[in-house]
């Protein structure tokens, strides 16, 4: 299921754009696209989201793809195109949230490349800070029009020394992690297989035992032998 939503913030200068809050929109799609934004519920929150004390404008929308990579459909295109009407330096979040593992948010930021700009042979993104960086494109999405139709932005995420602190330390593994009981049903059932385990290879070694008892001093020989041979094989 796919969810989309509008971002809030503000265009600091000629290159950057801030993103400070996002709201959900009612719209919801079950492919690779979702439907067009309901300027009348969007009008309507904005207002109620000024009475709180957020008076940002909107910079652009996001959605997901869900499992599908980072991307724009040519319904996404033509959305992002409405929002470039209003602003041109309007952008377009992707976000996949299934390919989003621990440590690692899988996530694109798009705007439109303009026909003629690609006619004249001109380079349509311009820079001058060297923040973040541009990742490489995948397959799938270069076959879906990136830099043909539009190309990517790169993402920085503003944190103090103490967020960035917090988040490099909240998968580090603590001396308390050795302190920690486990459930009692599951470390119960984690024994009993263990126990089991054992029982099988001690039920497996007495029966290798029997049958080498059971075998004449020649047939034994041989078979020390091919076990000889068998563990200097490398």
Known sequence: MEVMGLMLGEFVDEYTV???DVFAMPQSGTGVSVEAVDHVFQTNMLDMLKQTGRPEMVVGWYHSHPGFGC??????INTQQSFE?????AVAVVVDPIQSVKGKVVIDAFRLINPQTMM??????????????????????????????????????RKNELEEKMLLN??????????????????????????????NLAI????????????????AGNCKCRKARCEKTP
């Open 18 to 20: 801030r993103v400070v």
């Open 71 to 76: 991307w724009l459909s040519g319904v996404d």
């Open 85 to 89: 009407a209003l602003n041109q330096r």
């Open 120 to 157: 004249l042979g001109q380079e349509p993104r311009q820079t001058t800070s060297n923040l973040g960086h541009l990742n490489k494109p995948s397959i799938q999405a270069l076959i879906h029009g990136l830099n043909r139709h539009y190309y990517s932005i790169a993402i920085n995420y």
């Open 170 to 199: 909240l998968h580090k593994k603590k001396w308390t992690d050795g302190l920690t009981l486990k459930r009692f049903d599951t470390h119960s059932k984690t024994n009993e297989q263990t126990v089991q385990e054992m029982l």
């Open 204 to 219: 497996k070694y007495n029966k290798a035992v029997q049958e080498e008892d059971e075998l004449t001093p020649e047939k």
